[in-house]
């Protein structure tokens, strides 16, 4: 799976004042990871100080998915370029093993 397959099967908006990330339309929250990328992916979970909501990652080709589950089960799902993902990382702190 890679950034453009995504870009183009999904619906996503940029997100203001974020170079590289984009938003899935608010109709889709209820779309699970497995729905969004397909059932053999392999997300981090995480809990960060920054965020309110677990945060689950996945690295893709040309970038990666940073969504946040929120208590009632829903998602928000955000697309990044490959800038965009490892700036949001760094924001949330979190790191990933095979990052370099």
């Known amino acids: 799976m890679s950034f453009d397959d995504l870009m183009s099967r999904w619906n996503w908006k940029p997100i203001r004042n974020c170079p590289g990330r984009f938003?899935?339309?608010?109709?889709?929250y209820s779309l699970s990871l497995a729905e969004l990328l397909g059932e053999n992916i392999e997300a981090s979970e995480?809990?960060?100080?920054?965020?309110k909501?677990?945060?689950l990652v996945v690295r893709i080709?040309?970038?990666?998915i940073i969504s946040y589950k929120r208590e009632?089960?829903?998602?928000?799902h955000t697309?990044?370029?490959?800038?965009?993902?490892?700036?949001?990382?760094?924001?949330l702190?979190?790191?990933?093993?095979?990052n370099s």
Do not use: C, H, W
Request: charged letters at 25%.
């Open 46 to 51: 995480f809990s960060v100080d920054a965020a």
């Open 72 to 76: 009632n089960g829903t998602f928000i």
């Open 79 to 91: 697309l990044n370029t490959a800038e965009g993902f490892e700036r949001k990382l760094r924001q």
């Open 61 to 64: 080709n040309q970038g990666g």
């Open 93 to 98: 702190g979190i790191r990933l093993l095979n």
């Open 53 to 55: 909501d677990a945060v």
């Open 23 to 28: 938003v899935l339309d608010d109709a889709s």
